[in-house]
């Protein structure tokens, strides 16, 4: 098969299928490839917290009923430790802006389903996919599919293949300017049959780890625990999760956890990178494919989402007044809001995480970040307006 297209996108993700959409609301048209299969990707369990703009986003493109009907609109979070839980109050402190408890999976379908609407085409499990030409005004893009060959070309691509993807490794590696920072943790997320135990989400420091109380359905609770990020999920049974759990969530206000059946169990690597060089050519990078963050400010769609809208008015720039400049500037333009949010990812993940070997010291700085952020209104609101999501264009306006 062969296609001719004007944006050709590899990944089905939030980025890709974001992307699609907002291409074709300004009249561009665009296929996307994607190596899993559709159940695949309508099915993986990833994380579920929606910042303000991405609310706005959805609803914008049409896409925000089920969210709006079955998600949990949160106006705080809080923050325990020391035996105490303390909350932030998203809401009055950011003029009335809150966050969304949506699981990514179903943003996934209700984004497929739109963009197939749209008369868009999806190549599911496609492989073996490369990039040529990227330097020229006609790139391609290359694949098998059921062992036959197939051939995308466009104007542009958009290499939204989260981390793995073949994307980023399409620029020169001497011009590629990225950026690795390995936590020496990991989160045990687990899935379980219980009713929610806050109405809000709860992240714990203690002295045995960090803990996170999530929430997917008024029956099914997502909750995490910092582990070894080289442990197996056989190691723990049942039982010693919520031993483990307990133990990190002992508090003086006899408060406990709603405890249920566990369905699901798996571990997940905590690291900030950044490729700062988010464009080659005709070639533009977007989401995990440009950027990754530990999941604890809970950015990692989000900053996706900021990347797709400065790449669509950019590409709809050109094709509208022949504009360059936009697209010029799309990696140093992008790359801002990503630094922004890889620094309040790695700040959370700091503040709330135990590492082994730390000294005194830095374990105390950490008790006066977390009493600073809890009792002055200032702090706080730093915190509520980064977890609520800085605004996608004009971030400091
Ligand atoms: N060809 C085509 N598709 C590919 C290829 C490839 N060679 N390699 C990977 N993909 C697909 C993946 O299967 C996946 O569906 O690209 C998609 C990338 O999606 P995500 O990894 O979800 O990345 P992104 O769309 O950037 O979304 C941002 O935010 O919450 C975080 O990590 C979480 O996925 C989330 C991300
Ligand atoms: C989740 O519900 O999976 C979740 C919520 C908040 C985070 C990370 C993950 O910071």
């Known amino acids: 098969m062969t296609y001719k297209t004007q944006v050709g996108i590899i990944g089905a993700g939030p980025a890709g299928l974001l992307l699609s959409l907002l291409l074709h609301r300004q009249g561009i048209e665009s296929v996307i490839l994607e190596v899993q ?38 106006h705080g979070i809080e923050l325990a430790f020391g035996g105490k839980r303390h909350r932030i109050d998203l809401h009055e402190l950011t003029g009335g802006k809150s966050i969304m408890v949506y699981p990514q999976h179903e943003v996934i379908k209700d984004l497929v389903g739109a963009v197939l609407a749209n008369g868009t085409t999806i190549e599911f499990g496609v492989t ?11 790139p391609t893009i290359r694949y098998k599919k059921d062992g036959a060959a197939g051939e995308v070309r466009c104007d542009f691509i958009g290499g939204c293949d989260g981390f793995h993807g073949p994307s980023r490794q399409a620029i020169p590696a001497a011009k590629r300017v990225e950026h690795l920072k390995v936590y020496p943790c990991g989160w045990f997320g687990i899935l379980c049959e219980a009713p929610p135990s806050s109405d809000e989400l709860i992240y714990a420091q203690s002295d045995r780890g960090f803990v996170l109380v999530s929430t997917r359905t008024p029956t099914i609770q997502r909750m995490y625990f910092q582990c070894d990020p080289t442990d197996n999920v056989n190691n723990w049974s049942e039982e010693r999760i919520w031993a ?19 369905f699901q169990k798996g571990i997940i690597a905590m690291r900030s990178f950044i490729c700062e060089t988010m464009q080659h050519g005709r070639l533009f990078l977007a989401g995990d494919s440009a950027h990754i963050v530990p999941p604890t400010g809970a950015k990692g769609l989000n900053l996706a989402a900021g990347d797709v809208v400065l790449l669509s008015k950019a590409i709809a720039g050109f094709y509208r007044h022949n504009a360059q400049a936009a697209l010029d500037s799309y990696s140093t333009r992008a790359v801002q809001r990503v630094w922004r949010g890889e620094h309040f990812s790695w700040f959370m993940t700091s503040m709330l995480h ?20 809890v009792n002055s209104r200032a702090a706080a609101t730093s915190l509520a307006e980064n977890y609520v999501g800085l605004p996608f264009e004009d971030m400091y306006a």
């Open 244 to 262: 483990e759990f307990r133990a990190r969530m002992a508090n003086d206000d006899g408060w406990t956890l709603q405890e249920g059946p566990i």
């Open 354 to 373: 135990d590492f082994e070997g730390e000294d005194t010291i830095t374990r105390r700085f950490r008790r006066a970040q977390l009493d600073y952020v």
């Open 37 to 74: 299969s559709r159940d695949a990707i309508e099915g993986t369990i990833k994380a579920g917290v929606l910042e303000h703009p991405t609310v706005e986003l959805l609803k914008e493109l049409g896409v925000g009923e089920r969210m709006m009907k079955e998600g949990f609109e949160h």
């Open 128 to 138: 073996e996919v490369s990039l040529h030409d990227v330097d020229g005004t006609q």
